[in-house]
């Protein structure tokens, strides 16, 4: 009778646990030619507003189950040689975003067709009307984001006593517009030479830059550039 009642609290504890572990999105291991950033790159500053509400779209992507970056070994890899430049003068980078699932990109795609959700517009798209954002490239059914070695990212000042200051760029992470174009001449000279110090690095590292946006790049020599990856970030 005794082990009857110890098996029947066993199973309903392993249910249980079973349970929280689907509730948190359990991380199971990543496909073979991936990694987590921080293992390569244990000092980088992430800010991943698609795991929030912060965000063009107003609330949390689909697929984003932990705020983690996951990326291709070799772009971590690369990235890591890109911090290491910046380490002796005092700055870093910060990532925004890096693997994306396919859901995600559906998801935004989903959310680009529907023309009266237009909440985040004032601080994300002010000067481009919602129905131009698929045609003019600032989304796309298909993102490279989803391959695993594309990467969002910022230059970052590394101050005293953990104080971390993003460098002027002339416009925040996914603000869609003529002003978020890498080249774009209406900005302050500090303003194009952080651009250009950022474009010039990771170049140098490998990476190719987008011409319509200056925080997003890809790796040049992708190890899957035709595979689409559709696993969580978890």
């Known amino acids: 009778m005794k082990s009857g009642k110890f098996l029947y609290q066993l199973l309903a504890l392993i249910f249980f646990l079973l349970s929280l572990l689907s509730i948190s999105g359990w991380a199971g291991p990543l496909p073979e030619g991936f990694v ?27 697929g984003y189950f932990a705020p983690r970056c996951i990326l291709t070994k070799a772009a971590a890899e690369a990235l890591k040689k890109v911090q290491d430049d910046l380490k002796p003068f005092g700055l870093g980078l910060k990532i925004y975003d890096a693997y994306r699932p396919q859901r995600a990109v559906d998801h935004f795609v ?38 695993g070695s594309a990467v ?24 869609f517009g003529p002003k978020s174009r890498p080249d774009n001449p209406s900005m302050s000279p500090a303003q194009r030479a952080h651009r250009l110090l950022l474009q010039t690095l ?32 978890e």
């Open 36 to 62: 987590y950033l921080e293992e390569i790159v244990p000092e980088i500053k992430t800010e991943l507003s698609y795991f929030t509400n912060d965000n063009y779209i107003g609330e949390r992507i689909d």
């Open 110 to 147: 989903r959310w680009a067709r529907d023309l009266r959700d237009t909440r985040m517009k004032s601080k994300f798209y002010p000067e481009i009307a919602k129905k131009d954002l698929l045609s003019q490239g600032y989304i796309a059914v298909k993102s490279s984001h989803t391959r």
């Open 152 to 175: 969002d990212l910022t230059l970052v000042s590394l101050g005293t006593e953990g104080i971390v200051r993003e460098l002027d760029m002339g416009t925040g992470f996914d603000v």
């Open 202 to 233: 990771m170049k140098r590292h490998g990476f190719n830059p987008y011409p319509l946006e200056w925080w997003h790049f890809t790796l040049r020599k992708e190890p899957f550039p035709g595979t689409y990856f559709d696993f969580p970030v």
